[in-house]
């Protein structure tokens, strides 16, 4: 039988619950295609309201410059958002080896860790945690980062390491947010699953 790996309180992984979900909506402020242009100082004909307009100009775009990191990741924000999610890894991917500015973003290592585990099958082992690990190097205290880091730990049964990162997490969230309950909750079971469990294989 598998280890039963549900936290509770939780229908879902936590990083699979509201955490990846958040990134996404951060993200669509400068996802609009009209914030987009602005940037870009150009404004195209035609209606831009869609994600497939959206999707099609920043393919033209790529087109003439290929190596525009921020229409790179745009694009796979879309691919994201329609569940493409090799051509989303791909695409962070390029991005991130594309422009310094880019990769100084634990964002957008998140948003491809995310990618990543999507791609196969919504599990955070290998890839995915390889990419948070650079987010956090990034940027110690990131709440997303210390909640996926959370997660891939617990995911590998490395409990006393998920409970670390999540008691981070915790100390840096205010009174009164919601999130604080569950991720007590979360925290309690996987100190409780590293005092009964054996120290994981290395």
């Known amino acids: 039988m598998g280890v039963d790996t549900r936290i509770p309180g939780l ?3 936590p990083w699979q619950h509201a955490l990846l979900h958040a990134l996404l909506a951060v993200s669509v402020p400068l996802a609009a295609a009209g914030t987009w242009w602005a940037l870009q100082g150009a404004a195209p004909a035609g209606d831009t309201g869609t994600p497939q307009a959206r999707y099609a100009l920043l393919e033209r775009q790529l087109e003439r410059q290929p190596r525009d990191a921020r229409a790179r990741v745009l694009k796979a924000r879309l691919d994201m958002q329609a569940e493409r999610h090799a051509l989303a890894a791909a ?7 594309d422009s310094p500015k880019v990769a100084r973003d634990p964002g957008v290592w998140l948003e491809c860790a995310e990618a990543e585990a999507l791609r196969q ?29 959370g997660s891939a730990d617990f995911e590998v049964q490395h409990y006393a390491a998920a409970a670390a990162h999540w008691r981070r997490l915790l100390d840096a969230l205010p009174e009164g947010n919601p999130r604080r309950r569950e991720l007590g909750a979360a925290i309690a079971d996987a100190e409780r699953r590293a005092r009964l469990s054996l120290p994981p294989e290395r």
């Open 91 to 97: 695409g962070f991917r390029q991005a991130l080896e």
């Open 11 to 13: 229908e879902r992984h």
């Open 121 to 149: 099958g919504g599990r955070l082992t290998g890839t995915p945690a390889q990419l948070i690990d650079r987010a956090l190097a990034l940027q110690a205290d990131h709440p997303q980062a210390l909640d996926l880091a």
